[in-house]
């Protein structure tokens, strides 16, 4: 196995300026963070409002009992709380989007046969993967933040323990995101395009679904190949009733599985 | 002298298509080498390969020891393969910086060789530029200076000067020349007479076959060839030249240009020949001493 840590790291870290250096990188930087500031604005203030109100205590109870989030419900720093519950569905969605280009655009541009004489193809497929990760730490950060910030702002005693929750969310979040980026990374070595590669994460989510669907409905055993989506876990993890495994130790799995196979295939595929 | 790339039996088949057919050759550390063929002969074929981009069907090729795309060869062989491009949205110089860092240099080390070898392929004042923004000759250039990033024993550049004006096309032309004392170049181009100018060894691709020849050559011990291109059609010129003493055959090999064997003797056969042709009233515009590639590969009967 050839892995030099310094031409890894020198690939990651170039990932990571791509968001602040390029145009397009600092638009999806722009949207990104205009969506949050709404979110955090119209969404997360304003069901705080709702989560502290007497009046809607009893309704808010019973739609998040129904939903099995009522753990959510005994945390004193409730913006954390919602936050925590849009995080957990919208990152890996939005890990998604971001993580359509990491090798194919290369590929076809022929920009990878430059790179390729200096760097191996686990090198790049890692590389670019730790520097996803990066940026998706990146952009965790400064949404924890300003979350951080809003909690403050309404109760300045919450803010440490606040703290050391959104540390544990951010260890969380990137661990129930890895795999969506080892996915992508993996489809990224045989895509056309990167709007191909989207389309064929899409396919793969909603058609697997199904299918994996009418297999355990002929044969319930066969539940167990849920397990091969990414995600699976998030309902459970949301509602913080995900044990170790399910929260940590799936989704390490996941992405390991999918680094090797996107390495194997792009150590065959021709460039 | 050290064996650099050593193919032996290298086979590429896409599909149903051979693209190379058993291909063995060595190339040493030396002049640069030239890899020449008609459209589809499999010269990019044969460039992925020693780049690792592709991989044989079958024999055995190696650089330096080592299989392509091995980790030892980083630095030491760099290539511009066809039709490559650098990526649109950043600075060139934050490239080729990257590519230095790769390469084992450090971030400062990495930005002045980087400024280095934009200065060499005159892109220097390029350098904050993105390739977007440059022409397609400019980029050509941009990405020839990638290849000389460091101290690389092994340079293949793929239709290096296609597309660049006559001056750059020149002043690369000088670069390679200049830099073929420190690093062997592996050159591909349609341009007959560039390779001529610049190689010594010279690997001919046809379908998918190799065969070896010297950039001029063809003289023996006792017989010679020279090349006489005149500056018109003159009707008679091959009677004329044939009836020189020691000549033995003239051939015309295209408009204006004869290929002529001669005996070799205590006379010089070149001067003999331009005394004919002055007498003759004849201007000529040059006179090769061996076959030119182009007769050697085109009109071998």
Known sequence: ?271 | MSSLIKASGVTKQFGSKLALDSVTFEINKGPPVALVGPNGAGKTTLFSLMCGYIFPSSGDLTLMGKRPGNAHLFGKLTALPQDAQLDPRFSIIHQLTFYGQLQGLSKVQAKKESARVLELVGMGDAANQRPKDLSHGMRKRVTISQALIGQPQIVMLDEATAGLDPVHAREVRELISALSNETTFILSSHDLSELERLCGQVLHLDNGKLTEHSALSQSTNNQGFVTLRLSQQYDDAEKVFSSLPSVRHVHKSQAKEYVIEYEKSDEAFDIQLLQCCHLQGWHYQQLINGHTLENQIFHKG
Do not use: H
């Open chain 1, 1 to 271: 196995m050839q892995l030099n840590t310094k031409r890894l790291v020198n690939i990651a870290l170039f990932e990571l300026v791509r968001l602040f250096l390029t145009k397009t990188g600092l638009l999806a930087v722009a949207v990104f963070s205009i969506c949050w500031l709404l979110v955090l604005r119209y969404g997360i203030a304003e069901a705080v409002n709702l989560l502290s109100s007497p009046d809607f205590s009893q309704f808010i109870d019973y739609i998040f009992g129904a939903a099995g989030l009522s753990k959510l419900l005994t945390w004193p720093e409730a913006e954390l709380a919602i936050y925590w519950l849009i995080a957990v569905y919208s990152f890996p969605i939005f890990c998604l989007f971001l993580c359509t280009d990491q090798t194919v655009g290369d590929r076809q541009r022929g920009t990878l046969r430059f790179l390729s004489l200096r760097a191996t193809r686990m090198e790049i497929i890692l590389g670019r993967f730790i520097g996803q990760v990066f940026i998706l730490i990146t952009l965790l950060l400064i949404t924890l933040l300003a979350t951080l910030a809003m909690l403050a702002y309404r109760e300045p005693s919450l803010f440490l323990p606040g703290l050391l929750r959104s540390f544990l969310f951010l260890g969380y979040l990137i661990i129930a995101v890895m795999p969506f980026i080892a996915l992508m990374s993996f489809i990224n070595t045989f895509a056309r395009s990167a709007r191909l590669a989207f389309v064929v994460a899409i396919l793969f989510f909603a058609g697997g679904n199904i299918i994996i669907g009418l297999l355990t409905w002929q044969l319930p055993a066969l539940a167990i190949l849920n397990y091969i989506f990414p995600g699976y876990q998030l309902a459970d993890l949301a509602a913080q009733n995900a044990g170790l495994m399910l929260s940590i130790g799936v989704p390490l799995i996941q992405t390991m599985v999918l680094l090797i196979f996107a390495e194997r295939v792009f150590a065959r595929s021709s460039l």
